[in-house]
């Protein structure tokens, strides 16, 4: 194989990582959790993306995501399954955000209400129309498609990987 040359992911050797991974942090490891933490960031940042928008309320739920595992990685029986847990955990979050932003989003958009909207995003303003306009239109999309489009496109991840990401 050419140095160039990818191997492909190898699902069994990706999930017996995350078990010895989960069982070190488990035992008390920060390097092995610091290791999880590098490997899924960019799947917990593209689930919250999904649901509230590429920026900063995105990186503060990877950061919420990241502390609330790290709470409760202990209540984790099987550690295999760390991929999946770690989705939810950042699907509810960014859920809970968005509920708990929901009236200020609101009334941002109402003309009388004397709350200013929020900024636009700085590296929004700085890329072309082309790109600006299929942002928009996928946010018209529903929760799963978005995160499915996330995952693979954003984040390089197989078909397969996403449909078990997601479920």
Do not use: C
């Not at 999309?141 to 489009?149: A, G």
Request: aromatic letters at 4%; charged letters at 35%; a negative charge.
């Amino acid at each position: 194989m050419k140095p160039s040359e990818e191997q492909p992911y190898d699902r069994d050797r990706g999930v017996a990582e995350d078990r010895r991974l989960v069982l070190a942090a488990q035992a008390g490891d920060r390097e092995a959790f610091a290791d999880l933490v590098r490997k899924y960031t960019g799947v917990v940042r593209a689930l919250a993306a999904a649901r509230v928008g590429w920026g900063p309320t995105a990186d503060d739920v990877v950061q919420d995501v990241f502390l609330l595992a790290l709470r409760r990685l202990g209540s984790l029986s099987e550690p295999e399954r760390f991929a999946g847990w770690i989705s939810r955990i950042a699907i509810n979050r960014a859920r809970e955000v968005l509920r708990r932003e929901a009236p200020r989003r609101a009334a941002s958009l109402d003309p009388q209400h004397d709350v200013p909207a929020a900024p636009a995003e700085p590296d929004r303003l700085e890329i072309g129309d082309e790109v600006s306009r299929m942002l928009d239109a996928l946010e018209t999309l529903d929760e799963k498609t978005r995160t499915v489009l996330a995952l693979r496109y954003r984040q390089g991840l197989a078909v397969k990987d996403v449909a078990e990401q997601v479920g």
